[in-house]
Nanobody, 116 residues
Framework: QVQLVESGGGTVQAGGSLKLSCVAS????????TGWHRQAPGKERELVAD???????VYADSVKGRFSISRDDAKNTVYLQMTSLKAEDTAIYYC??????????WGQGTQVTVSS
């Protein structure tokens, strides 16, 4: 079955950096766009960044210039490099994959906490 497994979350001070990883299995990775979403307490889940196998990346306005999404299709892995972290970046971060417009598969999430 399809699995997406995130890692790299943790607690960091404001202004610090973290790099999240997500390894996918059970699917033809190159056929899927991949993205990172996040959900903060009391808020709806939101798309942070999205990248296809071919083409550019898309970012939420709140993370532009601070976060960078990348993928290594040979390793079935998508990354999220987060820099200049702010307290408002605190959330559970989820990796997801989609063939077209709907997100088909989700990871279990990894907690990111930014202390101010």
């Amino acid at each position: 079955q399809v699995q997406l497994v995130e890692s790299g979350g943790g607690t960091v001070q404001a202004g610090g950096s973290l790099k999240l990883s997500c390894v996918a299995s059970g699917l033809t990775f190159g056929n899927y766009a991949t993205g990172w979403h996040r959900q903060a307490p009391g808020k709806e889940r939101e798309l942070v960044a999205d990248i296809a196998s071919v083409g550019g990346a898309v970012y939420a306005d709140s993370v532009k210039g601070r976060f960078s999404i990348s993928r290594d299709d040979a390793k079935n892995t998508v990354y999220l490099q987060m820099t200049s972290l702010k307290a408002e970046d605190t959330a559970i971060y989820y990796c997801a994959a989609r063939r077209r417009g709907v997100w088909d598969y989700w990871g279990q999430g990894t907690q990111v906490t930014v202390s101010s």
